[in-house]
Structure formats: C-alpha cells, structure tokens
C-alpha cells in the first residue's frame, strides 16, 4: 500500500521557520517529480513547489520564492519544505504528493497519492 506521510508542521510566529517532511512508503518515487501544495480554509488547494526526480531542477509559485526550498533524498524516499520568513498568509494545510506524469508540474490533478497534510499555523 502506497503512503505518504507529512510532518514537521505547527504554530510559528511570523519570520519564523519550519521544515516540513514528506516520507513514502510501500513504492519508491525516484523518478517521479514530486510537489508541495497547500489548502487555507474556503480556498482551492493551490501549488507551492515542486522538484524533479533527481533534484536538479525546482519550481515555485511566487508568493514563496525566495522564502521556501524544496528537496529531496531519494535514499530516504522524502521529500522536504524548508520555510523561512514565514507569513499569516502561509497558514494551511500543507500537502505533499506525487507527480504522475513527469509535467504540469503545478497542477492539482496530475498529481496523486496525496498524503493527508500537516497544518501550518502563523500568527502575527
């Protein structure tokens, strides 16, 4: 059975930072592309990051660009979000899923094997 699980999320005070964690089990995802996304309450799951199978290249939507890195250990099957200078407008549920088609890197539905997301919370 194919899993993922997020970790790392939290309360956090605006400027700070979390790292969270994307861990797969039950297959590997090396050669898949893999993205960060996140869902605030009464809005649509928007696009966060992304990187490609071995790490060379990452995406990012342009509210975090600058703030937040993605990364990968292919060994570990885990994927992470370094988020620094946090904001209140980062405040959602983080998810982390897996790119089945190796394009539409910012897309919702070209990714599956969602996790179940870990909660980002930042006050001001």
């Known amino acids: 059975q194919v899993q993922l699980v997020e970790s790392g999320g939290g309360l956090v005070q605006a400027g700070g930072s979390l790292r969270l964690s994307c861990a797969a089990s039950?297959?590997?995802?090396?050669?898949?592309?893999m993205g960060w996304f996140r869902q605030a309450p009464g809005k649509e799951r928007e696009f966060v990051a992304a990187i490609d199978w071995n790490g060379g290249n990452t995406w990012y939507t342009d509210s975090v660009k600058g703030r937040f890195t993605i990364s990968r250990d292919n060994a570990k099957n885990t994927v992470y979000l370094q988020m620094n200078s946090l904001k209140p407008e980062d405040t959602a549920v983080y998810y982390c899923a897996v790119n089945l088609y190796g394009n539409r890197l910012v897309e919702v539905r070209f990714y599956g094997y969602w996790g179940q997301g870990t909660q980002v919370t930042v006050s001001s």
């Open positions: 039950g297959r590997t995802f090396s050669i898949n592309p």
